[in-house]
């Protein structure tokens, strides 16, 4: 049962007509989850029930659970399912893919999942192409994006190598912005994360697949500090949108100095480091892993209210700091390599003297000369 649900929640691209899930191929989820891992398990699922409100209550027939009934399939000129034609609460049930259990041939022996000894286990199941086609549907336990020019639909996130990084907390917890599109939390996170008996020492637990399409190149688990909960922020909704987006700044440096990394790096690296081939990820990956604690104090600082010019230049000297470094050892800490060390002690340069030539770093020396002006 665990193994259906899983291919039918997760369900990636599986060729002609076989559907992908209501929320596309590897979706996240982001569930809210206490600290105090000890809890029993109804108060860690309480934290993500919404409210008649916002998920209205639905009866158990075929609207919800829709193998209830015969599959809506779609082949042919058969309409999708949406929220319109059936239940909101299907959303947790849904069902792309056509699989019948063929109970008429079964076997004894040990469940190949769990070791259990049984006389009726499962040798086989038929499936069949053209299953439930979803349209429109926003689960409520996963966080969209949507574009912000043209008629784009919202699209869940998903997996990505190397995981979630700290660059994309802000749009797990609070609706946002960044330069190409709109974030959305998931709607129990945004309709729960501020309830006063759950915010206290409470984070959101993510998990998902990454996908490429029909496989799974790996499962990622994070743990993510709710970062809006510091309580003076509750009746202050000017001073939370303050903090959010001094935060909001402080990831778009990160952003542009990752990118800023890996081109010199390639300068350095490649006569033409525009026409290199081959995998570079490895260097933004532990970019935004070796800086995610540089991240952290910066959201203590803020939350418990230092100035926010102060945090963010002590933010960016800690980056410029880690880019230096990074660049070194990548560019210098082997001798026996070929390169042109003159050529990369140039790029070095460039490095250091575009860093701060970048828009957030040029924020942030404002917000500087701002209170420096104040105190002077």
Request: net charge positive; with cysteine.
């Amino acid at each position: 049962a665990m193994a259906l649900f899983t291919l039918q929640t997760n369900s990636p691209a599986g060729g002609v007509g076989h559907r992908t899930g209501m929320r596309g191929g590897g979706p996240i989820t982001t569930l809210l989850m206490p600290e105090d891992t000890s809890l029993p398990l109804w108060k860690k699922l309480w934290m993500n029930v919404v409210t008649q409100e916002v998920m209205p209550k639905g009866k158990p027939d075929a609207t919800v659970f829709p193998w209830l009934a015969d599959t809506p399939t779609s082949d042919g000129a058969h309409p999708p399912v949406t929220p319109e034609n059936a239940h909101r609460l299907q959303a947790y049930w849904g069902m792309p893919r056509r699989i019948e259990l063929d109970f008429t041939t079964l076997q004894t022996g040990e469940c190949d999942l769990c070791g259990t000894e049984s006389t009726t286990l499962l040798t086989q199941y038929r499936t069949k192409n053209y299953g439930i086609q979803y349209d429109s549907w926003r689960h409520p336990l996963t966080p969209y994006r949507h574009a912000l020019k043209g008629d784009a639909p919202f699209l869940s996130v998903k997996g990505q190598p190397g995981g979630l990084a700290y660059r994309d907390w802000l749009g797990l917890l609070m609706q946002g912005e960044d330069k190409l599109n709109s974030t959305f939390p998931a709607t129990v996170v945004h309709h729960n994360a501020w309830r006063d008996e759950l915010r206290r020492e409470s984070g959101l637990w993510c998990f998902g697949y990454d996908m490429d399409n029909m496989k799974a190149r790996c499962w990622y688990e994070h743990r993510v500090p709710l970062l809006f909960a510091p309580a003076r922020f509750r009746d202050d909704s000017l001073a939370l949108r303050e903090y959010k987006e001094q935060l909001q700044l402080a990831v778009e440096l990160a952003r542009d100095s990752a990118t800023l990394l890996r081109q010199m790096i390639k300068e350095a690296w490649f006569s033409r480091p525009k026409d290199a081939k081959g995998d570079f990820s490895a260097i933004d990956i532990a970019f935004w892993q070796e800086t995610q604690p540089g991240f952290m104090r910066l959201c203590r600082s803020l939350a418990q209210g230092d100035v926010p010019a102060t945090a963010l230049k002590t933010w960016q000297k800690a980056l410029y700091r880690y880019l230096l470094e990074n660049y070194d050892a990548r560019v210098f800490s082997n001798p026996d390599e070929h390169r042109d060390l003159v050529k990369a002690a140039g790029t070095r340069k460039k490095l250091s003297a575009f860093f701060y030539k970048q828009k957030a770093a040029e924020s942030i020396k404002q917000m500087q000369e701002a209170v420096d002006g104040k105190h002077g």
